[in-house]
């Protein structure tokens, strides 16, 4: 298995909605994360968890709230977000700790109304 | 499969020359692609992008060229600086703002500076 899993795929939600995106794996990889991707512009690194620690926070404000429940779940929870955080929300893994290849889930495109 | 490729996991170069990395890419479909800096111990930056339609893009020290004939493209480092240091990343996107949306990173390579 060799898959990056993303739910769901789209997600419409208001500014005053709790929602959580989910990402799983099971390759075994020991690093996961969070990136946001806006439109013709590149994917932003915003939370890496290793060994199911966060060990990278990119100034993310407090309105994104990571979790990792295990070694192979990573979500996203969201909480009052604002119509400009409307964008591609990508999951990835890799083996180690960012150093190797990445592997990417399909995206969850989120729209906040 | 990997569609991605930089088929050298190291450069070293001396301060002041040209580093130059190269990646390659199996999918004619790919339109958009960007290099990636990371630091030890810190997440990977985004440092340059191509879209798939231009052959060459500069910021600064940093020139990325694209041979889409090739499926080849190259990051130019002029001149290099010791802080260069670092492992960089090609990535690949397809479907840049479809549904089926794909982005593919190669392996890296290690660039060291030389005093």
Known sequence: ?113 | DQQVKQNSPSLSVQEGRISILNCDYTNSMFDYFLWYKKYPAEGPTFLISISSIKDKNEDGRFTVFLNKSAKHLSLHIVPSQPGDSAVYFCAAILGLESNDYKLSFGAGTTVTVRA
């Open chain 1, 1 to 113: 298995d060799t898959e990056v899993t993303q739910t769901p795929k789209h997600l419409v939600m208001g500014m005053t909605n709790k929602k959580s995106l989910k990402c799983e794996q099971h390759m075994g990889h020991r690093a996961m994360y969070w990136y946001k991707q806006k439109a013709k512009k590149p994917p932003e690194l915003m939370f890496v968890y290793s060994y199911e620690k966060l060990s990278i926070n990119e100034s993310v404000p407090s309105r994104f709230s990571p979790e990792c429940p295990n070694s192979s779940l990573l979500n996203l929870h969201l909480h009052a977000l604002q119509p400009e955080d409307s964008a591609l929300y990508l999951c990835a893994s890799s083996q180690g700790y960012v150093s190797s290849e990445q592997y990417f889930g399909p995206g969850t495109r989120l729209t906040v109304t």
